[in-house]
């Protein structure tokens, strides 16, 4: 076979299979390099994909082994401590009130100092080894080198035993001298004990019963893990450590260094360090931290967290002056935030709210970070997880996201590009395991998290191309799962898009997404799965429950609240009777094939008020005097009638969200039916707290999540 010609070579090195396989290879492994850099590194991958010949992007070939948490692991770099820093223990005074001695176990610095030197001892029989290889092979080669050796060898041996004879008593005198230092580290702490050191700290200031309590605390905080310290003599010593400790820490420390400030901000950092007092006090500072970060990432009892948790809120500037220690601190925050239950997990974001509010902006950008990493994380395992607490965890990132909108919206958009790209690489591939990431809780997670971000600050910031990146992307989330074992993806996807469009003030077209699943015929109902089943839990409905009454009610009902929810936005619009006309047309339909009774009452009830508002707004549109380019007073149209609670389309929306809240009680067990039957015929004006608590729907919730957020910053501050 001859030479292939330039043209050939051009096109196999384009469209070979060979070639390819190559190029996707060197590009990912050139792809883990960049990710050294800095934020800017993120948005170029994102904005410059180049294009193969076959009409693919060379992202979307490496997306199929990439997390959704990457973007947000590219600056997470954990600072750790020196080896050489001391593991807290600091030295008593021998005048100090103490109890009798105890045995004592291997330090921390032992442990690391015996770690390090391994590794040297390793390198160093690493190179014995080689260089044994060389003298056997000379050996070999050379008979009187090898008599030489062993005359030498003989010489060496007799040399070092008349140097350990001579050496004999100065290492004696060494070990004493060790067991001298080590002879104050054990000792039985007894409550009686404990009271008067803190008797002597708080009253009289004394700095040698500090340092005693601060061993005491190591110790208690060290407990259950080795022989480390001093010995605990019972619980109620225990508890009263720990409950000194951490109640009085920032008053002592505060008090002996002369702080005027009692919050904890830049500025009290610098008068921390400029205080005459703080070298000889950093020391006990030190120990006080880093015993109480072991405390967090070894004690399992949720009381005990949360209490520390919520006393190191006033500590934190101790915790600032060591930023290695305050990279660990973080990040056992994070964990705690995101794994505790409900008490823990608000402590715990306060916390981390603190830190990213108060201080320098690259302790934002590490909590933002890492927040974003574990909700990520912790969506993988939203199956065995309350949604509830899911959602808690939502909105605590939206609240610590709104604190810098700039810097977060760049990893919002680095996130939305990220999904964008795994949706890109399902539809392009229709692989199995694209269809499984893209309809996962982590992916759904994400989506959620950003459209709630966009919501809470759309109005008050330029948010615009995220808002249509966002917008974008759900359309083809929806568009990408037809069938109605994914009806419970495409009712988020609505509620979604009803959302963006209300904290936006734009329109979407969504009524045709709402009205695909009213006219789906499923068939008859089958006979097995007759259990209701709660559509917000599940992606992707099991094959038993789609012939299900349940579910049918289920997603008729749903639809009909998103619906009504997107006519409630533009009921009072001057283009209402426009948008309304094909969605009337097939409502129709739908009243028409529709066989369940109940059903058939709910749309019939929509269509009716439905074409009242039509004819409410059209014949106030038959009066203005105005022309559709006069934007002012298009805006201006019907306000008054909208700032109005007695229109009749907004009772009618309250009413069924009121239902829907009914509902939502019943299927929680959390009221029987004949209750639900007997609240609905004592009912005399509509309520808001439980709609507000129940139903999740804009117009409702951004008021109250605003108020929340308004009132935590103010109780921060």
């Keep these: 076979m ?29 792809k883990r390099k960049a990710s050294k850099g800095g934020q800017n590194d993120i948005e170029e991958q994102v904005d410059n994909s180049v294009p193969l010949a ?59 100092a015996s770690s390090t030197y391994s590794a040297q001892n390793e390198k160093i ?14 050996k070999k080669k050379d008979p009187e080198f090898s008599k030489f050796l062993e005359s030498f060898n003989n010489s060496a041996e007799t040399f070092k ?62 407990y259950g893990t080795e022989s480390i310290g001093h010995t605990i003599e019972n619980s109620e010593t225990f508890c009263n450590i720990l409950l000194f400790t951490l109640s009085n820490a920032n008053d002592i420390f505060r008090g002996l260094l002369k702080m005027s400030s009692l919050k904890s901000t830049k ?18 500072v030190k120990s006080f931290v880093r015993s109480t970060l072991f405390l967090l990432n070894q004690v399992t009892n949720t009381d005990i967290l949360t209490f520390a948790m919520t006393r190191l809120r006033a500590c934190l500037i101790f915790f600032l002056a060591f930023p290695s220690l305050m990279q660990r601190f973080i990040k056992a925050t994070v964990h705690l935030w995101a794994t505790g239950e409900r008490p823990l997990s608000s402590a715990s974001y306060l916390v981390t709210w603190d830190i990213a509010a108060m201080f320098s902006s690259n302790y934002l950008d590490t909590c933002l970070s890492k927040v974003l990493v574990a909700f990520v994380s912790r969506s993988g395992v939203t199956e065995i997880v309350d949604i509830k607490h899911m959602q808690f965890l ?65 109005s008050d910031y330029d948010l615009q191309s995220l808002f249509f990146m966002t917008i974008q992307l759900i359309n083809g989330l929806a568009y990408m799962f037809p069938g109605p074992r994914y009806f ?71 639809a009909i609240e998103q619906l009504a929810l997107h006519f409630a936005q533009w009921s009072h619009h001057i283009c209402f009777p426009d948008l309304a006309t094909i969605p009337l047309i097939r409502l129709r339909k739908i009243h028409e094939i529709t066989t369940i009774e109940s059903l058939r009452r709910m749309v019939k009830r929509l269509i009716d008020q439905v074409e009242q508002n039509v004819d409410f707004v059209q014949k106030k549109r038959d009066e203005v005097s105005f022309s559709p380019h006069d934007h002012q007073s298009v805006d201006s149209f019907l306000q008054l009638e909208k700032s109005s609670l007695n229109a009749p389309f907004t009772q009618y929306y309250r009413s069924v969200l009121e239902k829907a809240a009914e509902r939502n009680l019943h299927k929680c067990g959390k009221i029987s039916l004949p209750k639900q039957r007997n609240l609905k015929r004592n009912r005399t004006e509509p309520r808001k707290e439980p709609v507000a608590a129940e ?6 919730e951004n008021g109250v999540a605003d108020a929340k957020r308004k009132k935590r910053v103010t109780k921060v501050q």
């Design 54 to 112: 076959n009409g693919r992007s060379i992202e979307c070939e490496g997306i199929e082994n990439t997390s959704l948490d990457a973007v947000f692991t590219e600056n997470d770099m954990d600072e750790v401590a020196d080896a050489s820093d001391s593991d807290g223990y600091l030295t008593e005074d021998s005048g100090c009130p103490d109890a009798g001695e105890s045995e004592t176990g291997k330090t921390l610095e032992d442990e690391i």
């Design 394 to 458: 939502r909105d605590c990132i939206v609240e610590l996201c709104s604190i810098d909108v700039q810097k977060s919206s760049i990893k919002a958009v680095a996130s939305i590009s990220q999904l964008a790209k795994l949706y890109s690489w399902g539809v392009q591939t229709k692989k199995k395991e694209a269809v499984r990431k893209i309809c996962s809780w982590e992916y759904v997670n994400c989506v959620d998290l950003w459209v709630r971000f966009i919501s809470a600050n759309i």
């Design 488 to 558: 419970p993806l495409r009712l988020k996807c609505i509620g979604w898009l009803n959302y963006l469009a209300h904290s936006g003030r734009s329109f979407i077209p969504l009524a045709s997404l709402v009205l695909d699943i009213l006219e789906y015929n499923i068939g008859k109902e089958g006979r097995k799965a007759q259990n209701a089943i709660n559509i917000a839990s599940v992606l992707k409905l099991p094959k038993q429950y789609i012939k299900s009454k349940s579910f049918q009610d289920e997603c008729f009902h749903s």
């Design 125 to 138: 029989h690493a190179d014995l080894a080689i260089q044994k290889k060389k003298l056997d092979r000379l």
């Design 267 to 284: 500025e009290t950092l610098q008068e921390l360090k400029k205080a005459a007092t703080w070298n000889s006090l950093k020391p006990l």
């Design 161 to 222: 035993n008349e140097d350990e004879y001579s050496d004999e008593g100065d290492s004696s005198d060494q070990e004493q001298g060790d067991n001298d230092l080590n002879k104050d580290k054990g000792k039985l702490l007894t409550n009686s004990v404990i009271n008067t050191w803190c008797q002597m700290v708080k009253e009289d200031h004394s700095q040698s019963a500090l340092i005693s309590l601060l061993n005491a605390y190591r110790s208690a905080c060290h």
């Design 2 to 30: 001859g030479k292939l010609g330039k043209k050939a070579r051009k096109f196999a090195k384009k469209h070979l299979q060979s070639v390819l396989r190559q190029r996707r290879k060197t590009k990912a492994l050139f």
């Design 695 to 700: 139903v999740d729907h804009p117009m409702v």
